[in-house]
């Protein structure tokens, strides 16, 4: 192996050396209950999201695979959390980076990346970035990361402290150590992948759910509904796609929840009212799906523990999830989700 790459893999080790674990919070419940629920916060993390470890993981499966070397320019085809966390760690290495995103970017994100030192390309169609990426990536000899193909491959779901093994260490001292579920949502559908995978490898009896926003194709191919409608873009970032990923893996996954948009920001808002934690729209997400699964067990006379993800900081959508102009313009309603929530939190009942 050349020094150039050795010197680049020990540069990411002593990154995730000197990088904290991220917190598990405690979300207010009845004690009376007998279900706790926490959230894993990922927002944390140096570039403020859950893809921090993602992004890791992805190059350095490049380097050990020989694709990356010094010089190499790293593409990819994301607007979102990836190609910032893959910017952080390009510049690290003194790789430049490209990332493919649609023309109607924001920019805020477009300057997130930026700040790390990355490059956006544009393209007018969210459906042509990948081709686009992999045609940019060719033309300069450079290396495409492909989220959506790699991720379940390059994330260690054994352990190597990957999200799961931090949660279920840090629910060691709890009163319900094993959780009854974990509720995540899928995007590249690596994170679901990881849990799943790593739940059956430790033999836990912790069931996994995934939720899907609106418009995603997940949902309908985990099902098997193969003459379900064509997806389309989602507008919960992160999550949520128009066609099944690679990286989704279906077999590991126990159930899937279907949510309501306006749902996952009426449940983040609540989310900031009671706990002071400002979330993106993926955790309102995580959220009405945990409450559904913890209201089922309250049914069923069960105890035990819920886990779910803050997977990234709300700081991003001060402009978008947390206004209430720009919730108007796309037509949501929070108030009849906001009043479900409030009314679970009372009575444990999920109300129509
Ligand atoms: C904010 C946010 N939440 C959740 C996810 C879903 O994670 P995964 O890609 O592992 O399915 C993503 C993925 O991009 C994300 O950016």
């Known amino acids: 192996m050349d020094i ?24 207010p419940l009845p004690a009376e209950w007998g279900i706790d629920l926490y959230l894993k916060d990922e927002s944390v993390h140096p570039t403020g999201s859950l ?20 010089g190499t320019t790293l593409v990819e085809s ?3 959390s990836t190609a910032v ?25 477009i300057a997130l990346i930026e700040f790390y030192g990355g490059t956006c390309h544009f393209v007018d169609r969210a459906e042509d970035m990948s ?5 940019l990536a060719s033309d300069c000899d450079g290396h495409y990361l492909d989220q ?23 629910l060691a001292q709890e009163r319900h150590p094993i959780p009854r579920w974990i509720v995540v949502g899928a995007g590249t559908g690596g994170t679901s992948a990881t849990f799943g995978r790593y739940v059956r490898y430790r033999r836990h009896e912790t069931q996994v759910a995934v939720v899907d926003p609106e418009g995603s194709a997940f949902y309908d191919g985990w099902a098997g509904n193969t003459d379900a409608p064509a997806g389309r873009p989602s507008r919960i970032e992160g999550i949520g796609r128009p066609r099944v990923e690679p990286s989704f893996v279906p077999t590991v ?34 959220l009405y799906g945990a409450f559904q699964l913890i209201a089922r067990m309250r049914e069923a006379g069960e105890t035990g523990s819920v886990v779910t993800l803050i997977c990234d900081s ?13 919730v108007a313009a796309q037509g949501w309603d929070l108030a009849p989700h906001r009043a479900r929530l409030d009314a679970f939190l009372e009575t444990g009942v999920w109300g129509e």
């Open 4 to 27: 150039w790459t050795s010197r680049a893999i020990a540069l990411l080790e002593a990154d995730a050396n000197r990088s904290a674990d991220t917190h598990l919070h405690v979300f």
């Open 51 to 70: 893809k921090h470890r993602l992004a890791r993981s992805l190059i350095l499966y490049g380097l050990v695979n020989g694709h990356i070397h010094e």
């Open 78 to 80: 994301s607007s979102g």
């Open 85 to 109: 966390s893959e910017a952080y760690f390009a510049r690290m290495l003194g790789l430049p980076f490209v990332t493919v995103v649609p023309r109607s970017t924001v920019q805020e994100k």
């Open 131 to 135: 081709d686009e990426a992999r045609r």
């Open 148 to 170: 959506f193909t790699f991720a379940e491959r390059a994330t260690d779901w054994r352990g190597n402290n990957n999200i799961a093994e931090s949660v279920f260490s840090q």
């Open 253 to 286: 996954i126990d159930e899937m929840i279907r949510v309501p948009d306006a749902g996952s920001i009426a449940a983040i808002r609540m989310l900031r009212d009671r706990t002071l934690h400002w979330a993106g729209g993926s955790t309102g997400t995580n």
């Open 314 to 326: 709300g700081v991003r959508y001060a402009g978008t999830y947390y206004s209430d102009e720009w």
